[in-house]
């Protein structure tokens, strides 16, 4: 199993929490990545770990590619595993395209990435996305819906000193938000969160916000937790940096904002949950809006051209509901608690993902040489055509909405040297020996 990124994150630590149930389930199982926090995560979770070579900097890596096909001969593994799409990339290009292995992809994003191969099996969150994968062309999709252990996630943790130690008030409600700060849609509303939250406090009510997670971005919230605490003349809204182990943070919340993995980790916790979006969107987790949420993800969209200003506005309206009446945290913290204990638990997951497995060994898709070719091409061109977009909203100062869960200092500007990966791509699919260097 090969996590995008090893940092604080939903995508990732629902890889790991899902590696260590199959394990449990009788397989052998082990995990690639690059450093970060939650190597640590693997190790007491007793998985084996085996690094990533630190000069596959670059996403999608050829070196990275060529490790995995090495790992497969190495360890005879039956199947590769990425998480996101330089992961599937990259077990694409090498045990795929080189070894005929089995590859799997999961996209716990709500993009599919249009460049994804399609001659792979995908696992997708919501069968909203199953359906947009199905109709771009993938044939064999299965929805797994973010999963977590709801027994190590569960009210009553002990949160130990977690309030204290960033110097908030022990008796102020606490609003909490754990993701990694990077200059993707969440960034936008870390903002505004914090701007809501700095308003709030200013015209007194009560309530301070933990910012949990680290990134390229934190200068940008750092600057807007600063005005929020100028704003309101105390400190009501404090950055608690990378936590290897965030539960102690969601075990001190009052309420939780939040997507994707990070949001239903909330309401495992039976705090009330604000689901976090683009563009300004905001929507709290409710018996109404939930069905939403679990066919398309728990994400959101907004229209607002001015997102950090519409989201601070659409969020100081639901907390200020919620601030106002523990009667009616305590009754949606209870209802978001059932529901993940119902359809997120970790054992159900694994099991599903158990099933996927077995069917990427037994009846594999079993694709022609020639669709193989286009589908290594299309992926190819696709990745440098979005590199070099990005690389050009960039210059124009625009700061892309997502580049579909994958941390933007890892997805590095295409200039002439992303070609190679193309090339490899391409040459390993025809037999042919690329032209290019790993770089």
Not at 172 to 200: M, Q, S, T
Not at 263 to 286: D, H, I, N, S, Y
Not at 364 to 379: F, I, M, T, V, Y
């Amino acid at each position: 199993m090969y996590p995008h990124t090893m940092e604080i994150g939903g995508s990732q630590l629902n890889a790991i929490e899902i590696a260590a149930a199959v394990r449990d389930r009788g397989h052998e199982v082990m995990v690639v990545s690059r450093p970060g926090a939650l190597v640590e995560t693997v190790r007491r979770l007793e998985l084996a770990h085996i690094p990533l070579d630190p000069r596959s900097r670059r996403r999608p890596s050829p070196r990275a590619a060529v490790q995995l096909t090495r790992l497969v001969k190495q360890y005879r593994l039956d199947v590769v595993h990425g998480y996101e799409w330089p992961p599937t990339l990259e077990a694409f290009a090498g045990p795929r395209l080189q070894l005929g292995l089995p590859v799997v992809s999961t996209v716990m994003s709500s993009t599919v990435a249009p460049f994804l191969p399609r001659t792979i099996p995908l696992i997708v969150v919501a069968e909203g996305v199953r359906r947009r994968a199905l109709e771009s062309g993938h044939p064999q999709v299965t929805v797994l819906e973010p999963p977590l252990d709801v027994r190590a996630n569960a009210p009553g943790y002990d949160p130990g000193p977690f309030r204290s130690e960033l110097g908030l008030d022990e008796t102020v409600p606490l609003v909490v938000v754990v993701c990694r700060l990077v200059p993707e849609a969440k960034l936008e509303g870390l903002l505004a969160a914090c701007d809501a939250v700095g308003e709030l406090a200013a015209s007194g009510i009560d309530v301070q916000l933990a910012v949990v997670g680290d990134g390229q971005a934190r200068p940008a919230v750092e600057e807007a937790a600063a005005a929020a605490n100028a704003c309101a003349g105390r400190r009501v809204v404090a950055l608690a940096g990378e936590l290897g182990d965030p539960r102690p943070a969601y075990a001190a919340a009052d309420i939780v904002l939040g997507m994707g993995g990070s949001a239903l980790r909330g309401m495992a916790f039976g705090k009330p949950l604000v689901v976090q979006g683009g563009r300004g969107f905001w929507e709290l987790a409710t018996p109404e809006s939930a069905p939403t949420f679990m066919s398309h993800g728990w994400f959101g969209v907004g229209s607002d051209a001015n997102g950090r200003a519409a989201g601070a506005l659409r969020l100081k309206k639901i907390l200020m509901e919620l601030l106002r009446d523990p009667v009616v945290r305590a009754r949606l913290g209870t209802f978001g608690r059932a529901l993940v204990v119902e359809r997120f638990s970790l054992d159900r997951a694994a099991e599903l993902q158990e099933e996927v497995y077995v069917s990427a060994v037994e009846t594999p898709l079993r694709p022609s040489a020639g669709w193989l070719a286009q589908d290594a091409a299309r992926s190819g061109i696709g990745v440098v055509r979005h590199q070099l977009r990005r690389k050009w909203q960039r210059r124009r100062g625009t700061v892309p909405v997502e580049d579909m869960n994958v941390v933007t200092t890892c997805a590095r500007p295409a200039r002439a040297k992303s070609a190679p990966f193309l090339a490899s791509t391409w040459s390993l699919s025809t037999g042919r020996r690329g032209q290019g260097h790993e770089g």
